[in-house]
């Protein structure tokens, strides 16, 4: 077997996002002076990208872009952070998500208003084996149509793990789930796709539906921490999140998702994946600024070294960052 050259290979929605900063929760028909504005990167595999390569991940991804503003901003931010770009293909028609995202200054809570109109997915023509055969890890997400389960299938057959970020509401998404090694997903989908709403019971739920291949099933509740699973009929553990205080939430569940693949990438457990994952989250929860407040490595051993009385396994976490 070739050596391998990436750590993860990231494929799926990146973002120009435009963050305005006001006071409290907006209201309808009020209006609002605003405190702070930023254009920084966002989208769900772009952020979960760039936080893998803050943590030390060998990091590519790829998408349809075109020679435009937007497209250029990402490809520009992306090799600032370390994320390799050479696999992003060209396409005049395509470029990235752009949103307006308005950020409750006093509890980091966000509204995101995104057109998605013009962003491109690669299909599974567009990737050649040897490309997805190059990373450990292969980390996707689906928000709208089409699944991409074609793409899924294609990876699965070369024998790269897939670790999934799943949002979309979709008939088809069944198929995708099955053919998912690693699906990291939000309350509000769990609950939707299991019709559960106890996290546990709604990740036992996930698990027990999830294919033959199916290594954990990770639901995420926020500042309530989250729930897994390691195999279709097993327990599930509940991983309380680290308190901190949140000044911005904005691409924590992104974070989340990006250090979670990292681990995996490593070889680590799903214990150590989640423990990681939740630092990840926690500490950009308590930055500011969007990308620039991604953990690094050295920012991230800390945080697990001040936290060992939290979990057993933090210990030895923090001894390989």
Known sequence: MAAKSL???????????????????????????????????????????AAAARLGGKVAYTARFNNGDLSN????????????TEHIIHDPAGKPYHSVIVVDKATGSRTIFYDCRDFKQPTAADLADDVIASAKVFFMDFLAEPVPVELA?????????????????????DALLHEIDYVVVSEEFAQWKSGEKDLATACAALAKAGGPNRKATVVTGGAAGCWYATSNNGPVTHQPAFKVIATDTNGCGDTYHGAFAYAISQGWSVTE????????????????GGWPALPTRAQAKTFLQQRQAEHPAIAGLAAKL
Request: proline letters at 4%.
């Open 73 to 84: 901003f990402m490809t520009g931010l992306f090799n600032e952070y370390g994320v390799k």
């Open 273 to 288: 994946a989640v423990l990681l994952a939740s630092a990840a989250g926690a500490i950009k929860a308590s930055g500011r």
């Open 153 to 173: 299938r294609k990876v699965r057959k070369l024998g790269v793990p897939i670790v999934a970020d799943i949002e979309g509401r979709s008939p088809g998404v």
């Open 7 to 49: 750590d993860i290979l990231g494929v799926g929605i990146s973002a120009v996002d435009d963050l305005t900063y006001i006071d409290e929760v907006p209201q309808v028909n009020f209006k609002y002076p605003v405190r702070d504005k930023t254009r920084n990167g966002g989208g769900l595999t772009a952020t979960a990208m």
